[in-house]
């Protein structure tokens, strides 16, 4: 599995994540017109790890979740879910480990939605 199939996973078999936005979580833009609440996921970065011997298979991503919502505290209840969901990860998978390092609270004025962008590092040894 890849990283990104895997924060998915991670995100949509969730409970708390899903019960609030369901399976509404996409890769860089989210559809026209979707249906609120929902996530969108970006990879800000990614930053291999190198040995002497070459390439190593932990990586460093930071990823960024953009939680939206027609409430301001239903973005905040997605953002504090993935927030969660993201921090029992390490032991699941490939996650080594999960640092949430940023978070906003933001309005769209042209979708008329609330905006949580929230950042996460992630270490991740790659399969």
């Known amino acids: 599995m890849s990283f990104e199939t895997d924060l998915y996973s991670r995100l949509s078999n969730d409970p708390e994540v899903a019960a609030l936005v369901d399976t509404r979580i996409y890769p860089l833009v989210a559809p026209p017109e979707p249906t609120s609440p929902f996530c969108v996921c970006s990879i800000l970065s990614k930053t291999n790890t190198n040995s002497h011997s070459g390439f190593g298979d932990i ?69």
């Open 59 to 127: 990586s460093q991503y930071k990823v960024q979740v953009s939680c939206y919502a027609d409430t301001y505290q239903t973005a905040k209840d997605v953002a504090n879910a993935v927030t969660s969901a993201l921090k029992t990860w390490p032991g699941a998978q490939g996650a080594q480990a999960v640092f949430r390092s940023n978070e906003h609270d933001l309005y769209d004025k042209d979708n008329n939605l609330y905006h949580v962008p929230v950042e996460f590092l992630i270490i991740y040894k790659e399969i």
